[in-house]
């Protein structure tokens, strides 16, 4: 039997995602594969009626079992942006609260898990405190470059924080120095918040996982083709609010969960087409009305002028 411990966190508005994201964890488990999830969260941000509903699902999957944590009001004072809000920080009390483990993983809820990760647990982390997949493919734009290079960091090496492994063992050997940095980081002012905190805490300490593991929209725009990646990160925008790439994924898990309401996909569905019919009504009168070709003039007008 593989035992695999799993952290997540979430709020209230995250209970249907929180959902699906272990129904596709533990129908797509190895017959040999039991998951101990742990949920980190606030009381106060995650009601007692919530945490119930979560902890139903075991009675539906035997190969599951949650705990909850309460982590009280860690990070209260954080720097909250693009509406991430500070549940995304509990990730970096990983290391201090799971100490009768060697190594644990840590998966966003906003994902769908498409096989067993019994691969990924037992990744050779060759002496790394931390694993995941880097945030691009080929290269950031040039305002992700310069803001990541602004924290001394290297976009190329620069990992997106949904997926992590975490070498525990290894992170206690200097546990103290951590949590004084991530207190004093969490403080800061940072675009992508807990992400940057660990990207800067685990500069060259950070083993680059293959992006099947982590594979988001903008990886399958960066001409990354995969068409049956084993983790679909939904960054952005929620398949569950508007039509996204493997959009459809999501959805069948939806209605595979225990979280699934006729109406509620049904009205998902209605909305999607009329948003979609909208869209390609309207782009069939501006090619009509010559729109395009009047961007693509005024595209080439900027452009002259540029190189003046």
């Keep these: 039997m593989a035992i695999i411990p799993i952290v997540i966190s979430f709020n209230d508005n995250f209970i249907i995602p929180a959902g699906v994201f272990l129904t596709s964890l533990c129908k797509n488990a190895g017959s040999e594969t039991r998951y101990i999830v742990y949920v980190l969260h606030s009381e106060d941000r995650l009601k007692e009626k919530n945490r119930k509903k979560i902890k139903e699902l075991e009675s539906h999957f035997s190969n599951l079992s949650i705990y909850f944590k309460n982590v009280d009001r860690a990070f209260s004072g954080a720097y909250e942006v693009r509406n991430v809000t500070i549940d995304s920080y509990y990730r970096l009390l990983i290391p201090k609260l799971f100490t009768d483990y060697d190594r644990i993983l840590y998966i966003d809820v906003d994902t769908i898990i498409n096989s067993d990760l019994k691969d990924l647990i037992n990744k050779d982390l060759k002496g790394y405190s931390l694993a995941a997949v880097p945030e691009f493919v080929v290269e950031s734009n040039s305002n992700q470059n310069r803001y990541i290079k602004s924290l001394s960091l290297d976009p190329n090496q620069y990992f997106n924080a949904g997926v992590l492994l975490f070498n525990l063992a290894h992170i206690r050997n200097n546990i103290n120095a951590y949590l004084n940095q991530i207190n004093s980081l969490s403080k800061k002012n940072l675009l992508y918040q807990d992400q940057d905190i660990l990207n800067i805490l ?107």
């Excluded at 929209?217 to 952005?236: A, D, F």
């Excluded at 959009?247 to 069948?252: A, F, S, T, Y």
């Design 202 to 308: 685990f500069k060259n300490n950070c083993l680059n996982l293959p992006h099947k593991y982590n594979y988001t929209y903008s990886k399958l725009e960066e001409g990354l083709k995969l068409s049956n990646p084993s983790i679909i990160h939904y960054t952005l925008d929620k398949p569950w609010i508007i039509p996204r790439p493997f959009g459809n994924v999501w959805w069948n898990y939806y209605s595979l969960s225990e979280f699934y309401d006729e109406t509620y996909y049904l009205d998902f569905q209605l909305r999607a087409y009329k948003n979609t019919d909208t869209l390609y009504k309207l782009n069939k009168i501006f090619k009509r009305l010559g729109f395009y070709k009047l961007v693509d003039l005024r595209r080439l007008i900027l452009s002259h002028f540029r190189k003046m």
